[in-house]
């Protein structure tokens, strides 16, 4: 009778275990499907850029530095070869996008172009998406490391050599040279 | 509400509301519960002449089963079904720019929440206002009418976006499926009780001399039978007042979510606000799905008061404690970090 009550406490234990261990390894999926779902954003965003760039270059005369800045940073962010190197560019790209959006206010000719009005709301809703996805990569990864960390997460965690995510930090608007940290150790 | 607005963070809210949620359901089931077990012991055994009830609860299982039938029928039938009622029509992002924001706000909130994106619906109605609909995240809809569309800017609609986002993620819409379906339960069981009451009443000609038919009972169960009979009587009351009480502790759940998702609560403040002085009813929502809605349809003025009386009968909490704790919720979200919490 005791033998079967401690097989049955053994069985429990084990199940328990199981379930705590899948638990983790479920965030950590989640973790690397958020990250995938940036890159869905960013390369939206890469296909939208030479299409806004043809609509207001005609107009955006005085903008003509930063259109530039936008197509040399996405080119570069196409053809980095390091994680490090392109969260510099994908940075860049949100700061000249940031910045056209924000100076195509004075330009009246595009306001009252219905294509300009559609492609600003575009870059608006790409921008966030970019924005969301990042959030939404930090919110699991908050949730997959406070799981490793408190108990009884942070023992399995040790058993089974789980190790923290990074967060994405980031840049500060006033930055001179933003600093991105994409890479996901 | 004289008390300053509470500074509270949208995972304690979160946290809080889950709880709520939860009781009020446990109360919800063991009300239903209650009823038809008394209705087995004190009616129907009676009518059996059994001691004690039937071996079979018969009343307690047939209202639970009444429930999960009609919760299966909206289960599967039931968002075609508000959105047939509505005349929500799928919305058109190629031909309308409004209609085109709509949908990309719905699809940043969606990357928000890392769900499969909803599919969205125009509601022909000015009156601005919006609900979700959908079992789960996979088979859910949002629905805006033309006039929320119309009157608020973008942050506002992400913020009213993210709230029907919240109903969607935190399963909402199942728990008031089901307590929809509870609620049709007990409002059935308590009418067979009343029913069973009269007529074994008019069979023993007075309640002492039934009392007295129980012999050994005695007191206790004399009690027991009144407590009873005063929740048969005042069941479809108190199930209302509990519905009522999920559907609020919802909403308030939706609104910190919302704020978690787009990480900016004055942006749902300013559109409840706007909402707030638009109010009238949205005809083209019925009352059967004002609790999915994101202020109430019906332009009951009980929503917006303050108190008890309103805290008891509304669906959604008073519009102006809701912008109260969403500014609260601001107040922690300021980049300086972590304030302090006051009471």
């Given amino acids: 009778m005791i033998g079967l009550i401690l097989l049955g406490i053994v069985v429990l234990f084990v199940v328990w275990l199981v379930g705590q261990f899948n638990g983790l390894v479920q965030l950590r999926n989640q973790v690397q499907n958020a990250w995938a779902q940036i890159d869905v954003q960013l390369k939206r965003r890469s296909d939208l850029i030479p ?10 005369k005085f903008e003509q530095e930063t259109l530039e800045k936008v197509m040399n940073a996405r080119a570069r962010a196409l053809g980095a070869t390091s994680i490090a190197e392109r969260g510099v560019a994908e940075a860049e790209v949100s700061q000249g996008l940031g910045r056209l959006l924000a100076v195509m206010e004075n330009y009246p000719e595009l306001k009252s172009n219905q294509n300009a009005l559609q ?8 921008e966030n998406k970019v924005g969301f996805a990042r959030q939404f990569y930090n919110d699991v990864v908050m949730k997959f490391n406070t799981a490793q960390q408190t108990f009884p997460g942070n023992v399995i965690a040790g058993m089974f050599n789980f190790k923290p995510s990074d967060f994405l930090q980031v840049p500060e608007a006033d930055r001179a040279v933003p600093k991105v940290d994409l890479s996901l150790s | 509400m004289t008390h300053a607005p509470q500074r509270a963070t949208f995972y304690e809210l979160q946290a809080k509301n889950r709880l709520n ?9 063991a009300f239903v519960a209650f009823l038809g077990l ?6 129907f055994g009676e009518m059996l002449g059994v001691e004690g009830g039937p071996t079979v609860p018969f009343f307690t299982l047939f209202g639970l089963a009444w429930g999960a039938f009609h919760a299966a029928v909206s289960w599967f039938g039931g968002a075609r079904q508000v959105l047939h009622s509505t005349h929500a029509r799928p919305a058109r992002p190629e031909s309308s720019p409004a209609e085109k924001q709509f949908v990309n706000v719905v699809e940043e909130m969606a990357i928000a929440a890392g769900l499969p994106v909803p599919k969205t619906y125009v509601v022909p109605d000015d ?8 079992r789960d995240p996979e088979h859910a809809a949002i629905a805006v009418t033309e006039g929320l569309l119309a009157q608020l800017d973008r942050d506002e609609l992400q913020g009213v976006i993210g709230h029907e986002m919240s109903h969607v993620r935190n399963l909402d819409i199942r728990a008031l499926t089901l307590v929809t379906a509870l609620f049709g339960a007990t409002v059935l069981l308590s009418d067979v009780a009343r029913r069973g009451l009269s007529s074994r009443h008019g069979r023993h000609g007075s309640w002492r001399s039934s009392d007295n038919d129980r012999g050994g009972g005695g007191g206790g169960m004399a009690i027991l039978f009144i407590a009873w009979m005063l929740v048969a009587v005042l069941a479809p009351i108190l199930a209302r007042f509990l519905a009522m009480a999920v559907s609020r502790s919802r909403e308030y759940l939706a609104d910190a979510s919302a704020a978690e998702l787009t990480r900016n609560p004055l942006g749902l403040a300013s559109a409840l606000r706007k909402l707030d002085a638009a109010h009238e009813p949205t005809h083209q929502i019925s009352q059967g799905s004002a609790h999915l809605c994101i202020t109430d349809p019906r332009g009951l003025r009980v929503n917006e008061r303050d108190g008890a009386f309103a805290d008891w009968l509304g669906t959604h909490p008073p519009i102006a404690r809701r912008i109260a704790l969403l500014e609260g919720m601001a107040g922690v979200l300021t980049p300086s970090g972590e304030s302090p919490r006051s009471g």
Avoid: H, R, Y
């Fill in chain 1, 51 to 60: 299409n806004l760039v043809n609509t207001v270059k005609g107009v955006m």
């Fill in chain 1, 119 to 126: 492609l600003q709301e575009e870059v608006t809703a790409t």
């Fill in chain 2, 127 to 134: 009156d601005p206002n919006a609900f979700a609909v959908g």
């Fill in chain 2, 38 to 43: 008394g209705l087995d012991w004190f009616v």
């Fill in chain 2, 21 to 29: 949620s939860v009781l009020v359901l446990v109360a919800f089931f």
